[in-house]
Antibody, heavy 121, light 107 residues
Framework: EDQLLESGGHVVQPGGSLRLSCAASGFSFSTYAMNWVRQAPGRGLEWMSTISGSGASTYYADSVKGRFTISRDNSKNTLYLQMSSLRGEDTAVYFC??????????????WGQGTLVIVSS | DIQMTQSPSSLSASVGDRVTITCQASQDISNNLNWYQQKPGKAPQLLIYDASDLQAGVPSRFSGSGSGTDFTFTITSLQPQDIATYYCQQYDAFPRTFGQGTKVDIK
């Protein structure tokens, strides 16, 4: 069974930085693309970023491009999201997700429980 | 970017009712559409993928249909445990985009 466990959420000041982690288990981590999806309080779901299984390809939402960096360490079965120049509108629960298929187009089959990031002075 | 327009934004129905939610894409996405269920305080759960395929372990009262730009999600007989917000999502292109959600509750 797929297991995804996010960590690293915290209260951070505007302009600050934070790194989120997602520890994965129960599947062959390096063969699946992984994603970050966020949800602001009381709002809907917003896709943030995707990284291929090898880490060679990455994709970002315009709202975070240039500020957030997705990466992975396949030797540690861990996904990361490095967040910088944080703004109040980045306040959200951040979910790590695993693709269902080993294809460029795939649903998000498995989700972590989420980690809360609050950007506030 | 592909815009996903979901309706209604909320609905109230009785136990046993048939519930239908629609999702319209701003351009042709073939069948590259998913439906997720999110219960309060929980992570979303994949229910339907490829527009009409039922994810393993999901009850058969949930179904999806459509292709191109127009999609429908149906609960054939609403149960109390189905109280949740439902989201459509396209994965035809980046950026992946979600509908705004439909909150379903019991009348």
């Amino acid at each position: 069974e797929d297991q995804l466990l996010e960590s690293g959420g915290h209260v951070v000041q505007p302009g600050g930085s934070l790194r989120l982690s997602c520890a994965a288990s129960g599947f062959s981590f390096s063969t699946y693309a992984m994603n970050w999806v966020r949800q602001a309080p009381g709002r809907g779901l917003e896709w943030m970023s995707t990284i291929s299984g090898s880490g060679a390809s990455t994709y970002y939402a315009d709202s975070v491009k240039g500020r957030f960096t997705i990466s992975r360490d396949n030797s540690k079965n861990t996904l990361y999201l490095q967040m910088s120049s944080l703004r109040g509108e980045d306040t959200a629960v951040y979910f790590c997700t695993k693709d269902k298929f080993r294809l460029i187009r795939s649903p998000f089959e498995s989700w972590g429980q989420g980690t809360l990031v609050i950007v506030s002075s | 970017d592909i815009q996903m327009t979901q309706s209604p934004s909320s609905l109230s129905a009785s136990v046993g009712d048939r519930v239908t939610i629609t999702c319209q894409a701003s351009q042709d996405i073939s069948n590259n559409l998913n439906w997720y269920q999110q219960k309060p305080g929980k992570a979303p759960q994949l229910l339907i993928y490829d527009a009409s395929d039922l994810q393993a372990g999901v009850p058969s009262r949930f179904s999806g249909s459509g292709s191109g730009t127009d999609f429908t999600f149906t609960i054939t007989s609403l149960q109390p445990q189905d109280i949740a917000t439902y989201y459509c999502q396209q994965y035809d292109a980046f950026p992946r985009t979600f509908g705004q959600g439909t909150k379903v509750d019991i009348k």
